[in-house]
């Protein structure tokens, strides 16, 4: 188990659960359907809307599945409370202690477990058959997304190869890095807090299986752990799953990779994958029990690039390597956790800063700063010294002898609904155009519009609160972080002092770099907007604007041709313009109203810690 990744995320597929409440309308498929019929348009169906409306699906009736589930799940938890077992454990943020014992499948081979201990014999033997298990489901399951969801083709990653491309799910999965985790968590008899709280997952895709608790001789005292795992759905419902079949099912919850790699290219009228934000409370026992759980999170090829010149192997590799027995934080999908290095990487010609280490260059280096009568160190966005290790847009640069160190980021002062005149749905229903969507899944962001006689957008974008800034604009469809980087957009950015002022502009988003120091320069061509205001009475936020095209680009307005897809994007928290706190990519019929969504991200963006063991 050494340099092996540990995903602590892991540990929320790890239940049964509870029956209570609003439910999520699980739906399943079997194994002879997935292996015989995945052509049939039944079939496809099934995964269509399972995946569509909840993210979430299971395979039921596998043959001999029911007993090596429940064998290699009791023999887990006697292997990794014993000695010599080499597991790693950690205590959660609601005092859950768990402990895991952490393998790999690449290219369809599997890695065995390091393990050394009489107690795990037994585990040894019978991790192997569950694993070529999962390995058989996991294929079938890749194959019918990729006759489901059909790309036609498209090239969903490239490498440095320009003869090999991956082009569906079944490509993917067959040469991708498939991390798999036991995790044992010792029962607590109390709790005051969410074990994780609402997040999306990386990676294209989970297999697990649903847990069972033991007893600390190992006897099953429950084949179906219960606890509360919560799902939001397509339509911003929050429902609690449970599992059929007792917990005899290997279970598939979607990633935060297909919003990159396949729904941007989703071909005949298929509807986009969800990728469901869920949280986990483990559920507590008066006896001590231990609840013992497995699951294979499927990530991208080594090979494939995940920017020109960084595979998704080297990347996993530099990581590995760089964060021995550290706990780091993520914030956002896609490369952020490229920048997690450490200092002592870096070599004498290099500075860390933003966790990774930059090169001198000739226009950038101690030299330089000290001929300015500057000192050389990693700065923020406000002219302060950056901890080397803080998370934000930090660079390299020079900076003041008498900087200070970096202070906390100046804060918006939320709103106070008492002193606020209506609630922010009565105020929006006497804003509204012809049509209206909800953008954010709790209704706290609204766009409403209408086409003109001229054949002009008139729009509405309104935020329940205040805000540094706001913005919307056309995705580019051959762009990055989900069309956001080379698309045009409007946006507001808001005066700190007086509030009410903003400045509205066009802007168009780098190609490759997303901070808003690289792309802060208004587009220099006159401003297509006939018209544009900002308004904010303390309470709410309105963006409004009438147009026929942003930037460059000309928006689809005519009946026919009337489909946009738009990027849109909020930060309510802090004056800085580098971060949003609300954000999606939504795809809105103009003249019809008919939309959907390709992913939304809840309002309070977990900081998913990974631990990597070494």
């Known amino acids: 188990m050494k340099n092996m990744i540990v995903f602590p995320l892991a540990i929320l597929y790890s239940l049964a659960f509870t029956t209570h409440g609003n439910k999520v309308d699980f739906q399943h498929v079997s194994f002879e359907a997935l292996s015989l019929h995945a052509n049939d348009e039944s079939i496809q169906d099934v ?91 996991t294929d079938l399951f890749s194959n019918a997304l990729s006759i489901t969801f059909n790309t036609n083709g498209s ?86 799953v449970s599992f059929p079949d007792n917990g005899d099912v290997v279970v598939f919850l979607m990633g935060d990779a297909v919003n990159h790699f396949i729904n941007p290219k989703l071909m005949n009228g298929r509807q986009p994958i969800w990728t469901p934000p869920h949280s986990l409370t483990i559920a507590t026992s008066a006896s001590e029990e231990f609840r013992n759980w497995y699951g294979r999170m499927v990530l991208p090829p080594s090979d494939a690039l995940h920017s020109p010149g960084l595979t998704y192997g080297a990347l996993r590799d530099a990581s590995t390597r ?37 090169d001198y260059t000739t226009e950038m280096n101690p030299d330089v700063c000290v001929d300015q009568g500057l000192q050389f160190n990693c700065t ?17 640069g020079c900076i003041s002898q008498n900087a200070s160190m970096q202070t906390p980021f100046p804060t918006i002062a939320p709103k ?51 805000v540094g800034w706001m913005s919307i604009g056309p995705s580019n469809p051959s762009g990055g972080k989900n069309g956001m980087q080379g698309a045009h957009v409007i946006m507001a950015i808001v005066d700190e002092e007086s509030y009410s002022e903003s400045i509205i ?21 006159s401003s297509s907007m006939t018209s544009k205001k900002f308004t904010s009475d303390g309470c709410f936020s309105t963006l409004e604007f009438e147009t026929s095209h942003i930037g460059d680009q000309a928006l689809n307005l005519t009946t026919g041709n009337s489909m946009n897809e738009f990027i849109w994007a909020v930060h309510s928290t802090t004056w800085l313009v580098q971060y949003h706190d609300k954000r999606g990519v939504e795809r809105v019929d103009l003249t019809t109203s008919e939309a959907s969504y390709l992913f939304r991200w809840p309002i309070t963006l977990l900081l998913l810690a990974l631990k990597f063991s070494v």
Not at 334 to 354: F, H, K, M, P, V
Not at 380 to 396: C, K, L, R, S, Y
Not at 505 to 525: D, G, M, V
């Open 47 to 137: 995964l269509e809307t399972a995946l569509n409306l909840n993210g979430i699906i299971s395979v039921s009736a596998i043959p001999g599945f029911t007993s090596i589930r429940r064998q290699v799940l009791k023999e887990a938890s006697l292997c990794a409370r014993s000695k010599n077992s080499g597991a790693d454990s950690t205590t959660m943020s609601d005092g859950t202690r768990r402990t895991s014992m952490v393998t790999q499948t690449i290219h369809q081979r599997k890695e065995s477990f390091e393990v050394d201990s009489a107690e795990c014999a037994a585990f040894a033997e019978k991790s192997n058959q569950l694993r070529s298990l999962i390995s058989t489901v």
């Open 155 to 240: 090239h969903l990653l490239r490498t440095e190869d320009e003869n090999k491309v991956y082009s569906n799910f079944s490509d993917m999965v067959r040469e991708s890095v498939q991390l798999e985790h036991f995790h044992t968590y010792e029962v607590p008899s109390t709790r005051e807090m969410t074990t994780i709280d609402m997040h999306v997952d990386q990676g294209l895709f989970i297999a697990f299986v649903p847990a069972v608790r033991t007893n600390r001789d190992g006897i099953i005292t429950s084949v179906d752990a219960t606890g509360e795992f919560q799902l939001q759905a397509r339509d911003g419902t929050v429902k609690y």
């Open 322 to 358: 760089s964060l021995s027995s550290q706990e780091f934080g993520l914030g956002c999908s896609g490369n952020q956790y490229a920048r997690e290095l450490s200092e002592d990487q870096c070599t004498s010609n290099q500075l860390y800063c933003w966790h990774r280490c930059y």
């Open 380 to 396: 923020t966005q406000f002219n302060q010294i950056a901890p080397a290790g803080e998370h934000g847009d930090n660079n390299p």
């Open 416 to 466: 106070t609904p008492s002193s606020c005149p209506t609630t922010f749905e009565t105020f929006v229903s006497s804003q509204l155009f012809e049509y209206s969507k909800n953008l954010d899944s709790d209704g706290s962001v609204v766009l409403t519009w209408e086409v003109t006689e001229a054949g002009a957008l008139k729009a509405r974008m309104m935020n329940n609160g205040h």
């Open 505 to 525: 502009e066009e802007y168009k988003i780098h190609p490759t770099l997303s901070a808003f120091r690289h792309w802060s320069t208004p587009l220099a061509t």
